[in-house]
């Protein structure tokens, strides 16, 4: 009876967990939550809407996927398209970025493996929000080698909810970024990992990272310059070590290697002027070594000072003419406009409009900075400050990483993105070393209270005055304020974050969703009505002319031949396009002849006051079509200036086959209570053109709220 | 000369021959008709001929064997022949259900034509009669002319038949009235005397008409009900013994009238609805069993948002819209699944078995579906199944992996051509299950759960460094 209860405190006690194994216990349970929180926070839109892939871009990827499942890898792999850019077709194995496919389609195998019947869209779907978790461990890893592991708890909390990281992870954004920002930060945090401890098994992981990257995205090119860059200044600051030696040459070489074995990328490795910056660091780091050997061997100063010079001298004049040799005879290709519109944020605008038509590829606003990473943007340069403070090679990386980042964020607004896990590292540092500092402060005292009880009840009070005096007044009491504020912030940070996933980030845009006048939610599903329409009631081998923004759409969901999509890589074939939308009908019948098209599709926001529609891109379809063809000109459509579709807009605009193909009996419908009939809500105007005549298209197709037109391209009259 | 004398006599043989076999043709002459009545609806693209015929019988011996005569074309386009006998005198009648099966007649006939052969259930003595009705379901019979019509053009068809009943037997005294959905008929063949008032034309009475008579006539009417035909039906139902039948079906529908041609324009079909598409259809009625749950509608690119659920304690009512209104040959494909509780439909046997009691039709009212297949997706584990079905239908079985199967799960397919509403009825698969297989899968998955945690203590406890 009498060991009974002592056999159970027994248990108990062995229950009991030491300190070490309580906080290893809250870190786990920590992650696990933080890795949930990051999936469940990105399924908005499977709950709100359906289990569907958004956007443009996902769609080919998804369709790819599809094919990828039913074909295997090799047909996949030497997949010639012939349903895309007709009547060209498209090498889709060799001008894509396999690694989101692949990595889809092998979960895919293993949860099949494994006896779970899923679809592969419903894998499609989940990849993205799947990576974002997997982020959230490598940024918390990442934050316990640059910092240490509160750093990392905290990196890892801010990037599961960081909206800039969110916007391209949401369920259904099934594109390339959501697995690359996974594999950029892989990489970044193993080459980290490499430079730290210089080993070989580090800088080989790393190398497979990059070559993961480089397989999914891109973007690739950033780490490409931005690791050169990182050893680049390590060699300046005199930081040179034989870590860094091992880690950069076994990363360079192993991850070329591997980077040129995905067919879009190939010899641009060692040919491309944008990788020539690590080829030439390379070069530079074998010269360093060298010259660290030959000082190592010679003992006198002098001499080395010379050997120094001719073989700095030599190995600059080498480079420069291996350089300039390649740039001239072609060997080396020039920089891509892509590229060069990144350090010059003015040259796509001027030269290539195709890029600077995209959305996405416009100047960041500073308003989008403080919707993509609210508080972040003002911890960022707090954590920069406790970086600098205790720099070592981990911090120097992330730090240059965090600023080149945030230039091309500013450059660009989709490079927010590869901004936000290096703003959520350094501000992750900024709040764990602030609060550490804080709490630290606070404990101390407790301590010297807790001393002070011991000795008596009396002397308590004097000794932690006495301790106060010390130290700043208030001190504590600031100290705590400071917490609060630091736990309100985030808490704010928090509610933001979930609020634009909500509202901003989470909506498929290929359903639209409206609230109706009872408050109720109206759905318009007109694209895919019309995409529906065009996949069952069309001829097989249909040909469908639109702007290039639908053409991923209509290939993966209306299973029709397009004249030209998002992949945008024949510049001519789009301004064709282009040019047809912005001629006259009887100009544009001769090019939807030559091209062979049978059905013309036109998206119209009119009665909806859906805004992103045609007409509201039409200017771009005239810059792109005259950028190739001098023949259309963009004052033809303005009228002072001034781009209008009412009774004042320019004669051109009023006759052209877009405006026409858009307003096409228009005129006799009422959209607006208390307006004239034909009145655009989407523009607010009255249309000028009422009266639109067809002669060579008919209407084929009109979704139920205008949103999608279609019209078929009549046969050549007979002659006789 | 000699040639031509045989070839005249060979002749004459071959026409005697021929005489003969038609001379003694059965069927046996042993039925006369006294009197028949046919009335054809043709309100819908289903057509119900029902034909009330008074046999008697005329030979010396009992009789119980009934030929129905069709011609080819008609039978092509038969979706069911169904017989009733009458018995009983004016308010007290009742009706027996009777056998009908295909036939041949051992020799040809003068005109081509199939046979159908009623079994009475008791043989008709000499000189007794008996009331017969016959009801055929003709599906696909519908002619559109013209064959394609513009949007705001109404659809016209064609009716063919003839007026006088084709039949092996004399029949004394017949009539046939044909309805059509409107007044709107362009034109029909007269055989006197025919009479038409409102929207029913009347052949006959025709008197005496000897066996195979036939007397071909047409009718030119509008018909704007919706031609839907579900080309196929592919209807999933898996048992899942902890308690849920998940129902998935497949439909690839068509609009099987007068073909669309040329513009379809919304402005016209939004603002002017009855003078506009006449003949297209937007909206689809499914009438589901009672306490569904889950219910969804998609295709394969999506969920189509424009469906409407109601429910009561008595059945449940699905409309749905696909996702654009159905003109002439427009096709549409689309899924709906639901879910269904278990006890309504699984019952357990005498015989230890379990049987599983659902409807073998298709949910979607007023609806003609050329090839219905019904898979039943036993769980796993289950043995000996064997389907009931009220009426003739190919079956086989297949396996099928669902999640976390093993062995996977014998699948119960049947399949029937031709299939229209007045087929639905209840059919049942029988199947031994042994309950314990339902653990199965759960201790597969704690099983697996325990092995991983297994491994993260061994991982944690394994000290794997080389270095000391």
Redesign the interface.
Known sequence: MATMPASASDLLKSFKLKTKQQELLIRVSILCLVYILAFITRLFSVLR??S?IHEFDPYFNYRTTLYLTENGFYDFWNWFDYESWYPLGRIVGGTLYPGLMVTAVLIYRILRFL???VHIREVCVLTAPFFASNTTLVAYFFGKEIWDSGAGLVAAILIAVCPGYISRSVAGSYDNEGVAIFALLFTFYVFVKAVNTGSLAWSLASAFGYFYMVSAWGGYVFIINLIPLYVLVLLITGRYSMRLYVAYNCMYILGMLLAMQIRFVGFQHVQSGEHMAAMGVFFLMQVFYFLDWVKHMLSDTKLFQAFLRITVTSAVAVGGVALGLGMVSGYISPWTGRFYSLLDPTYAKDHIPIIASVSEHQPTAWSSFMFDFHILLFLFPAGLYFCFKRLSDATIFIVMYGLTSMYFAGVMVRLILVATPAVCLISAIAVSATVKNLTVLLRSKNKVVQTGSTKGSGGSKSSSKALLDQSQPFQKNGAIALLFGAFYLLSRYATHCTWVTSEAYSSPSI?LAARGAHGNRV?F?DY??A???L???TPQDAKVMSWWDYGYQITA?GNRTVIVDNNTWNNTHIATVGRAMSSYEDEAIEIIRSLDVDYVLVVFGGVTGYSSDDINKFLWMVRIGGGVFPVIKEPDYLVNGEYRVDKGAAPKMLNCLMYKLCYY?FG??MTEYGKPPGYDRARGVEIGNKDVKLEHL???????N?IVRIYRVKPPNNRW | MEAWIRARVTLALTLFALLFFVSRSSPPRQFVISNAERRIDLSSHIINVHLTLKVENTGTRPASEVVLALTPTEVDHLAMVDALAIKGKRKKTTSVRLEVKPTELPDAPPIDAKYFTIYLADPLNSGESTTLEVLYVFMHFLEPFPAEIAQSESQLVFYHDTALILSPYHIKQQTTFIKTPSTKVESFIRVEPTNRVGTEIKYGPYEDCPPYSISPIHVHFENNSPFAVVEELVQEIEISHWGNIQVTEHYTLVHAGARHKGVFSRVDYQSRQFSNGASSFRYLLARLPARVHSVYYRDEIGNISSSHLRTNSLKSELEIEPRYPLFGGWKATFVIGYGLPLQDFLFESSDDKRYLNFTFGCPLIGMVVDKLTIKVVLPEGSTDPSPVVPFPVEHRLEAKYSSLDVIGRTVVVLEKKNFVPMHNSHFQVYYTFNPIFMLAEPLMLASAFFMFFVACVAYIHIDLSIRK
């Open positions: 809407y359906e569907m006896r779970f019947a359903v759905i599903d895919r009505e995409y529906f329409w996949r069952q009631n969901m009996r006799e419908m008919e209407e084929a197709f009109t979704t139920s205008w």
